[in-house]
């Protein structure tokens, strides 16, 4: 019987066979990966199985996550000599377009990207998906049924795909959280007061986007206008952060991100 075959136990592979466990996931899982700790972890926690060789992975597969770092994914690709027939690949390496990985092998076999979030792990996590033209509309099922057990699951054009990644990371939102937290107590607040306000600030707001804003972006505008009364401490402090540069080191930050996407490997 085909499995669900990881190549390489990294922490998004980690991440994803937790949620997938989590949201009862009980078919057969494969993980191959050089560091033996690694395998150890996952099999004693998710009872996978675990696999040295990743030729005797691959061949198990029904479902192929290809998931070293992206420089290390040609080289992988290069030892398989051909993926299975019946298996269905995706890549989960950023920076790694669909034309790269379908000149990878030899056996043509249309290929996903797809970009887990690490919050998988808990079922709170968002998948991006992109696919290659040629995937059939059943493994497209597939894959998205899979990746719908560990949380949301949006599909978007591969020419967005980077962007997306550098956008939606929740680094940036423990970030967020960490630095509020910091200065929080810079102002003589306990570190758990700091951080139920910090949490109530940016969670209770998100709340009130899903509620109230729906698909509209726009309303974020009134809920700020409504959040911040003119000449009030919200509004000062929100006049503070943009004369700083605020929403500038945001676009930067992000530019820099997309532009290290944008390099890490192009063919």
Known sequence: MSALVFLGAGRISAALVAGLRAGGYRSRIVVCDRHPEKLRRLRRSFGVQVEADPRRAAAQAGLLMVAVRPADVLPLLATL???????????????????????????????????????VRTRHGLTALAFAPGVPHAARRRVRALFARAG??????????????VVYSTSQGYHALAARIRA?????????????????SLLDALRDVGEISGKNPAALDELIAAAATPGGLAAKTLETQRAAGYDRSIERAFR????RARTVLKA
Request: aromatic share 4%.
């Open 81 to 119: 000599g051909g993926l299975p027939a019946h298996a269905v690949p995706v890549s989960l390496a950023a920076g790694v377009p669909l034309r790269t990985l379908a000149r990878a092998v030899p056996t043509r076999v249309p290929w996903t990207r797809a970009m887990p979030s690490p919050a």
């Open 152 to 165: 949301g699951v949006l599909e978007i054009p591969e020419g967005d795909f980077d962007a997306f990644s």
């Open 184 to 200: 929080a107590r810079k102002l003589g607040l306990d570190a758990q007061t700091a951080l139920v306000a910090v949490r109530h």
């Open 256 to 259: 820099a991100g997309l532009a």
